[in-house]
């Protein structure tokens, strides 16, 4: 029976021997090992130690200890670090990649939001090109077509096609049939005489309703009549206007009739005021050329 004394100082069967003991053994082994000539060619490395002779590993002391767990910690803090410095720099991809991608999709909203500022943009400049475009075309007509200023009185049926048809077919051409007998024609050519001085670029003139071969019951019963035209086709018919004015009326009566009936508009009045601007400005021009 093995005590805890014989565990702590070692059995003598086990693996305690008494120096001398030992000595002399050694000495013994030694004689009996040169003598054996099998002992020759024998690998130690091949013989297995007996289990009783086999001896316990040494423990590590205090300072070993020590020493392994700083070991330990400064491997686990470079372990750590490294693995910091790996996450960052994935870190750092991930986000580079992010952004990019990012940079692209922003890219391409700027792209196409430059697109459609452009197409808009270039559909305005058109649109106001064409108002640019067709004011100038309208100022030269005004500078080319005639002014009139007056009332033209046609003397046959002749002057009155003639009136109508080879005129600019820009300008309209307003015809009084009228009749002398008539309270209500002769106030009508009053007002058309304030009328025309207004709207000079419109043709008023005025005929007796006989002279165009018009039937004596029309001439009775239609007049005063107002024919208007533009480019040869009739663009207004109107008849009996004595029970539209009465006897007695003013131009601006008229006036606003032929509004009404979107005969005169406010541009041709200001088209007048314009023409007579730009002319003078033309001249202006000319004469600062000559200087």
Request: hydrophobic residues 35%; contains cysteine; proline residues 3%.
């Given at each position: 029976m093995t005590t805890l004394d014989d565990k702590i100082l070692g059995l003598k069967t086990q693996n305690y021997v008494s120096s001398s003991e030992s000595e002399g053994e050694d000495e013994d082994d030694k004689i009996m090992d040169d003598e054996d000539p099998r002992n020759d060619n024998i690998d130690l490395s091949d013989v297995a130690a007996p289990s009783d002779f086999r001896l316990e590993v040494p423990k590590t002391g205090p300072k070993g200890v020590i020493q392994d767990y700083r070991r330990y910690k400064q491997l686990e803090t470079e372990q750590r670090k490294e693995k910091e410095k790996e996450i960052r720099a994935l870190a750092q991809k991930f986000s580079v990649s992010c952004q990019s991608s990012l940079d692209d999709e922003r890219e391409k909203e700027l792209l196409k939001e430059l697109e459609l500022d452009t197409d808009e943009f270039i559909q305005q400049y058109?649109?106001?090109?064409?108002?640019?475009?067709?004011?100038?075309?309208?100022?030269?007509?005004?500078?080319?077509?005639?002014?009139?200023?007056?009332?033209?009185?046609?003397?046959?049926?002749?002057?009155?096609?003639?009136?109508?048809?080879?005129?600019?077919?820009?300008?309209?051409?307003?015809?009084?049939?009228?009749?002398?007998?008539?309270?209500?024609?002769?106030?009508?050519?009053?007002?058309?005489?304030?009328?025309a001085q207004q709207y000079s670029l419109v043709k008023f003139c005025k005929i007796i309703a006989r002279e165009t071969g018009i039937s004596r019951n029309f001439t009775k019963e239609g007049l005063p009549a107002l024919l208007v035209y533009k480019g040869g086709q009739t663009i207004g018919n109107f008849v009996k206007l004595e029970d539209t004015f009465g006897q007695d009326f003013f131009a601006s009566d008229v006036e606003s009739f032929l509004i009404e009936n979107d005969i005169l508009t406010e541009e041709l009045e200001c088209q007048l005021t314009a023409s007579v601007t730009a002319k003078k400005e033309d001249d202006s021009d000319s004469d600062l050329d000559i200087d």
């Open positions: 058109h649109l106001q090109r064409l108002l640019q475009l067709k004011e100038e075309q309208e100022r030269r007509l005004q500078l080319n077509s005639p002014k009139f200023g007056k009332v033209i009185s046609l003397q046959n049926k002749d002057q009155f096609l003639d009136a109508v048809d080879k005129e600019n077919p820009n300008v309209i051409v307003v015809v009084h049939l009228y009749s002398e007998d008539l309270q209500s024609c002769r106030a009508m050519n009053g007002c058309l005489q304030c009328l």
